[in-house]
């Protein structure tokens, strides 16, 4: 069973357009919900995360909005720049937890035109 | 910044072969974990280790894995048998704190199975 659905799995964007990308989870019990970038030949990076007592959280360029009710979270990359091209990732992780497993999904590939 | 080091970064190893990958997690980090990716796919929770035990493990992690932290810093991941299915890109991650959240991972150890 997959725990966390992501789309779509990539993503072609122009500079200085908004950038979605969406995640759906299964289980009620999850409480954290991190989003990470990976670059190609690097590993993920937190890039920013959210918690369900909030509905959206910014930072910078980067927005994520929360649907407690609906089970899905999406991020969103305002005046998205080619070097925002890279893979990105949700999560989804019970807290707190001795050595909590982290639910990823599938990633998308964004790629960001100049 | 302190960061998270995974040696060796590419292993290519024949099937049956014993492979150990090895990393150093960030100082003062209390948790441990390996995450695999087969190319192109999401990333795959393997194992957490706490306190000098495992913490949790995923059904991908049989007996044919083993994890251990022989010295106090480094953080080793041991396939006894390696199979082509375990060619895949393997990460370390740390955490400070239960509950947190936020993973740090290194940089990768690519393995191919011949």
């Known amino acids: 069973q997959q725990q966390v659905k992501q789309s779509p799995q990539s993503l072609i964007v122009q500079k200085g357009g908004i950038s979605i990308i969406n995640c759906a989870y299964e289980?009620?019990?999850?409480?954290?919900f991190p989003w990470y970038q990976q670059f190609p030949g690097k590993g993920p990076a937190l890039l920013i995360a959210?918690?369900?007592?909030?509905s959206e959280k910014k930072e910078g360029r980067f927005t994520i909005s929360f649907n407690k009710s609906a089970k899905q979270f999406s991020l969103h990359i305002m005046d998205s720049q080619p070097g925002d091209s890279a893979t990105y990732f949700c999560?989804?992780?019970?807290?707190?937890?001795?050595?909590?497993?982290?639910?990823f999904g599938t990633g998308t590939s964004l790629t960001v035109i100049p | 910044e302190p960061e998270v080091t995974q040696t060796p970064s590419h292993q290519v190893t024949q099937m049956g072969q014993e492979v150990i990958l090895r990393c150093v997690p960030i100082?003062?980090?209390?948790?441990f974990y390996w995450y695999r990716q087969i190319l192109g796919q999401k990333v795959e929770f393997l194992v957490s280790f706490y306190n000098n035990e495992i913490s949790e493990k995923s059904e991908i992690f049989d007996d044919q894995f083993s994890v251990e932290r022989p010295d106090g810093s480094n953080f080793t991941l041991k396939i006894r048998s390696t199979k082509l299915e375990d060619s895949a890109m393997y990460f370390c991650?740390?955490?400070?704190?239960?509950?947190?959240?936020?993973?740090?991972f290194g940089e990768g150890s690519r393995l191919t199975v011949l």
């Open positions: 959210i918690r369900p007592d909030v």
């Open positions: 991650a740390s955490s400070f704190a239960r509950g947190t959240g936020e993973l740090f």
């Open positions: 289980n009620t019990a999850f409480d954290y």
């Open positions: 100082s003062n980090h209390l948790y």
């Open positions: 999560a989804a992780s019970i807290t707190p937890n001795t050595g909590n497993q982290f639910y």
